[in-house]
C-alpha cells in the first residue's frame, strides 16, 4: 500500500516536531517541507526532504493527502487553514479558545463545498485535554473539571518580560499550585482564583546598568500576565539562561471530580496529565496521529472541518479495528 | 423533546449504578428495570420506578431506547447482548478481554441484520483505559504503555479466598507497587514482571478454631491468584471487616512514555488516573453516556457493534456540537 503522502507548511519548533514524527510513522512519508521563508534557508532534518516555497503548494493538488499546518495561531492559521482547507485535507494547531467556532465555521465551509477535510485545534489544550474535559463532564455530571498548566514555558509571557526596558533575555515558567492541585486530587471542589491555580516563575538576563527594582515591579504588575499571580522574578547572567532554560518543556493536567451514590456518598477523581519534555514536539505528535484520521475520513467522503469531539479514536491507530480490540481494548 | 426511555436489564450493583447515574440525567429518563428475579423482590432507589420480569422485554420492542444490560461477562452477556441487539439498540460492560473479538463479532451480526446499534466493553477497563491505551501508543508510537491497577477490590480474588476451608469472609485489594508506578512516571521504561508491578493485600475473617497459618500458606501459593504476587494476609473480625471494608473502591492508571526529538533525547509522559469510591457506579456513569451515543448513532442508523475505539466523543456529551466547541475545546 502506498503511504500517506504528507505536507508541512511552515517550519518553526512545530514543523520540524512534525518532521521527526513523521520519522517514526509506517503508514505516512513526509512528501516535502513548504515555507514562505527562502527555501534555501531551510535545513530539514533529513536532507534529502524537498523543501518548497508555499507558492508551489498551487501545483500541488492531488500530490498530498493531508497537509498540516505548522503557523501560528495568531496571524498565518486564520488564513491559512480556511485557504489550503479548499484545495487539500488539512489539520491545523488553531489554539485561540475564543476564536476557535468562527475559525471551525470558515474551514467548514471551504471543506465541505471542495470535498476536504479540515481538522482544527489539534493538539494537548486544545486536544487531549478538551477530550478529558469533555469525556469526564459527560460521565460525571455531577462534578466539578480543573485545568491545570505547567511546569512549562510560556512563550507569550516570556516575549512580554522581553519587551520592559533594560530586559535582554527572559524565560518564564506557569506553575500550578501544588496545595490547589492536591485539594482537587483529593475530591474537594475549591473555588480557586487565578492566584490559587498558578504562580509564575522569571528567569531574567538584564542589560548593564539596567535597574533590577523597577524591572521586578513592571513584572508584577503587568495587568493580564502577571498581576493577578504571584510572580518570582530571579536575575540570571544569560550565560546560566542559556545553560538551564533553553528547553520548551510543558504538561499540566485536567481534574474531574463527580460524585455517584443515592446521596453523593462516593467521590470519584479522573485525572488526565502529561509532562513534556517538549511541547512543540508532542503537539507535532498529536497532529500526526490527527493526520492519519484526516485521511481516513476523507476516504470515506467525510468532509467538512472536524474537532477532536468529532473523529472516534480508531481512526488515529495505524492498526485495524480487529487489531485494536484483539490487542488494546 | 421526548426525553431518552432507558431500560435496565439486571438489578446487582452495576444495575443499581445505572439507576443512580439516570437520576442526573435531562436528556433520558429510566423507563424500567428488568429482572430474572423475581420482580416483587427488586427495590430500586426510586420506588415509582417499574420493575418487570425480563421475560417482559419481549413485549418492549419499540418502547426502549436503549437497553443497558447490567448483567455478569462469565454467562449473561455472552448470551444477553447478542440477544437483546435483535430488538433494542444495547450497552454492555463485556470485560473478558480474551473474549471481546468473539463477543463483537455476535453482537455485529445480530445488531446489523436487526438494524440496532450494540455498545460492547464499555466501561473503565475496558474502557476508558483502553482509550488511552490506544491514543497514547498511536501519538507516541516510540513509546512503551504501562496499566496499573488499585488500589481496589477484586471481588474474584475475595471468592477465591472465601472457598479456602475454615474462611468466613475475606476481602483481597489489588495495590500496584509505589516504587513501579515512580519509575514509569519518571520516563523510565523498565520491563515490569507481574510481582513488581501489583502487590495484594488480604484481609480474612476464619471460623473458629481454623489453621491461620495453613490459611495464610494456602493464600500465597494459590496458583495464578496469589503467587506470582507478594501477598499479605492479615485476620480481622467479621465486625471489623463489615466496618472497614465494604466499600468497593477501585482505580488505577495507564502511563504512556515516548520519546521524541532527533536523537529521542525528548521524553514525553501521559498518564490518565482514577481514583474511584465506588467501581460499579462509575462504570455505570460510563454506561449511561455511551447509551446517549447508542441513541444517537441510531438516529443515524449507524448500526452494528461498536466499541469505545469506534464513537467519536462528541457523542456522549448532551450539548450541541456548537456549545462543545465554544464551551470545552
Redesign the interface.
Known sequence: MQPIQIGILGYGNLGR?VE??LQ??EDMVLAGIFTRRDPSGVQP?DSAVPVHHADKLEEMEGQLDVLILCGGSAKDLPVQTPAYAKKFHVVDSFDT?AN??EH?SRVDEAAKTSGHVGVI?IGWD?G?F??????L??????GTGYTFWGKGVSQGHSDAIRRIEGVQDARQYTIPVESALEAV?S?KTPHLTTREKHRRECFVVVREGADKDRITKEIQTMPKYFDEYDTTVQFITQEELDAHHQGIPHGGQVIHT?K???NG??????????????NP??T???L??YA?AAYRLAQEKQYGAK????????Y???KS??E???S??
Do not use: W, Y
Not at 474537532?307 to 480508531?314: L, M, N, Y
Open positions: 516536531g521527526l514524527a517514526h510513522t532534518v479558545h476557535i467556532p471551525f485545534s486544545p487531549l478538551s477530550l478529558n474535559r469533555l469525556m463532564e459527560a460521565i460525571l455530571p455531577q486530587r475530591g463527580g455517584t451514590g443515592a456518598e462516593h467521590t470519584q477523581v479522573a485525572e488526565f496529565s502529561l509532562k513534556l519534555d517538549s514536539e508532542f507535532a505528535s498529536v500526526v496521529a492519519r474537532t477532536i469531539f468529532d473523529i472516534a479514536p480508531g488515529l491507530s495505524p479495528p480487529e485494536l480490540r484483539a488494546l481494548l
